[in-house]
């Protein structure tokens, strides 16, 4: 967590405390640290949950925080977190955030532009049963 990283604070609990109240006051980096840790399983939580991360990192990406935008794509496509048909991966959804992260100079967004391109592609001449 990057609060403890820096040594600051000892205990995870009291970290996690610190980092959800600067995420309730509408601190993107605070809103995306919390989507890191709830998507890893990082102490005190005893495991991942991906609607949470997904949350979080919806709230930090909707204000531009581009690692959000970008871990909230890989959900995206991935499924994690999602319900009904989104389970499945949503590619369509995750290019727009990719994209988003990709113009602010996001490298592993950029890949994920790539990707994601591909496979809407593969699934269109799929298909259409013509080559695009």
């Known amino acids: 967590m990057l609060v403890l990283s820096r040594g600051a604070l000892k205990d995870a609990t009291e970290g996690f405390e610190w980092l959800r109240a600067a995420a309730g006051q509408g601190s993107a980096r605070a809103q995306g640290a919390l989507g890191a840790i709830y998507e890893a399983g990082e102490p005190p939580l005893r495991r991942r949950d991906y609607a949470e991360a997904l ?16 871990f909230l794509g890989a959900l995206l496509y991935s499924g994690k977190g999602g319900k009904g048909k989104k389970r499945r991966g949503d590619a369509v959804d995750a290019l727009g955030w990719f994209r988003l992260a990709a113009s602010q100079g996001h490298e592993a967004a950029r890949r994920g532009v790539g990707i994601c391109e591909r496979k809407l592609r593969e699934a269109a001449e799929a298909k259409t049963g013509i080559l695009i």
Request: aromatic share 12%.
């Open 55 to 70: 949350r979080w990192h919806r709230l930090a990406a909707d204000q531009g925080h581009a690692a959000s935008q970008y």
